[in-house]
């Protein structure tokens, strides 16, 4: 979160000074630098990934991996609008941490979803054509006020043992 946090802001940041197209294109692929970023600052902090054995861990991995799919989807809506791209990659985004409420036994993830989705969504409504902006610096500050909770979340879990809504199988 921290790192998708860091390129929601700049892509913030950059939205001022290139025009609309490019600030976009930069938004709709922001993550092809924020996860590999996330998965280094994974290893530099010590974080492990999931369990081998547990049973979880390839729902994990489609539920991450299942925001690929659409990526067709916001070719279309970058090419009818490419403003638009902010508000939907937040409610992506919503979408894409729901099912980790129960996947991660809390309703923090719930929280950021409903943050994320309808947070954006709202600021679009208030704000019109200036929500371009405003809502990539939204989405990368809903990212870092979730990152320490998840962190905190995620050492409880690790300090009971791992357990997240399946068990990991130990020897």
């Not at 802001?9 to 922001?30: D, K």
């Not at 508000?87 to 979408?95: E, T």
């Amino acid at each position: 979160m921290i790192t998708y946090g860091a390129t929601f802001i700049v892509c913030g940041i950059l939205s001022y000074v290139l025009p609309a197209e490019t600030a976009a294109l930069l938004i709709m692929f922001q993550g092809g630098l924020a996860l590999p970023a996330a998965f280094w600052l994974e290893r530099k902090i010590g974080w492990g990934r999931m369990a081998i054995d547990n049973p979880l861990r390839n729902l994990s991995g489609l539920l991450a991996a299942s925001q690929v799919l659409w990526l067709p989807a916001l070719i279309v809506a970058y090419t009818l609008n490419p403003r638009s791209l902010p508000v939907i990659m937040a409610g992506l985004g919503g979408a894409h941490f729901l099912p980790y409420v129960w996947l991660h036994r809390t309703r923090l993830y719930g929280a950021l979803a409903v943050a994320l989705s309808l947070g954006a969504f709202g600021l679009q409504l208030i704000l019109g054509p200036a929500g371009f902006h405003i809502i990539l610096f939204y989405v990368g500050l809903i990212y870092w006020l979730a990152a320490p909770l998840m962190y905190r979340h995620a050492e409880r879990l690790v300090n009971n043992g791992g357990n997240t809504a399946v068990p990991s199988r130990t020897p």
